[in-house]
């Protein structure tokens, strides 16, 4: 079956941008999470959704960070204003329960010129 | 909170030969999970390994195994006959096992990952 879809899997965004990245869960999975990846790290958690309720938005690094699931199934990160510092992969994980395995798509390379 | 260190940034071993790959962690809890991840150059990441912290049989996988050792917090990855697609970043993870209210311990707390290469 088809695994987590990202898209797109690169954007340039120039500083000041606003910019809107998608994943598409595999079906059915009820949770959803999102990561940041800077160069050379490990994946830092952003936000949590279970169904269309965001339960955790602790890791999110500022007001300028936004997530939905408007209907449980495909997500939306919404960056605004960009700043070069949010240069990252964005990856976007899928669980069928609440979380304790992750199916991880292939991730969104953002870079903020 | 949860901490994870994998201290080792690279990693090289012989084709066929086995590797190991160390990784530390801190918590205050008793019950939680352990992953090990691939991340090949497509970003992908793959779940190779998955250890139940009250589990004290260590997880195998085909040729891969973990060495858990619960009281000094440690978590090694041993890969048996390496093989040219084994080559990847590895990354060390923590999940509490209790969800918490609203779901707040879901997450999963990564390692700054080790770069493995295999030689031919």
């Known amino acids: 079956g088809a695994g987590v879809s990202q898209s797109p899997r690169y954007k340039v965004a120039k500083r000041g941008q606003d910019v809107a990245l998608r994943c598409d869960p595999i079906?059915?999975?009820?949770?959803l999470f999102w990561y940041q990846q800077a160069l050379g790290q490990g994946p830092e958690f952003l936000t949590y959704f279970q169904n269309e309720a965001q339960l955790d938005k602790s890791g999110l690094p500022s007001d300028r960070f936004f997530a939905e699931r408007p209907e449980g199934s495909v997500s939306t990160l919404k960056i605004q204003r960009t700043q070069q510092e949010d240069s990252a992969v964005y990856l976007c994980a899928s669980s069928p329960g609440t979380g304790v395995e992750q199916y991880f798509g292939p991730g969104t390379r953002l870079t903020v010129t | 909170a949860q901490t994870v260190t994998q201290s080792q940034p690279e990693m090289s071993v012989q084709e066929a030969e086995t590797v190991t790959l160390s990784c530390t962690y801190d918590?205050?809890?008793?019950?939680?999970?352990l992953f090990w991840y691939k991340q090949p150059p497509s970003r992908q990441m793959i779940l190779v390994i998955r250890?139940?912290?009250?589990?004290?049989q260590n997880a195998t996988e085909n040729r891969f195994s973990v060495n858990f050792q619960k009281a000094a917090k440690s978590f090694s990855l041993k890969i048996s006959d390496s093989q040219l697609g084994d080559a990847a970043m590895y990354f060390c993870?923590?999940?509490?096992?209790?969800?918490?209210?609203?779901?707040?311990?879901?997450?999963?707390?990564f390692g700054k990952g080790i770069t493995l290469s295999v030689r031919p």
């Open positions: 079906s059915g999975h009820v949770s």
């Open positions: 918590t205050s809890e008793s019950d939680y999970y």
């Open positions: 250890q139940e912290a009250y589990k004290q």
């Open positions: 993870a923590y999940r509490s096992r209790e969800v918490g209210l609203h779901g707040a311990n879901s997450k999963l707390t």
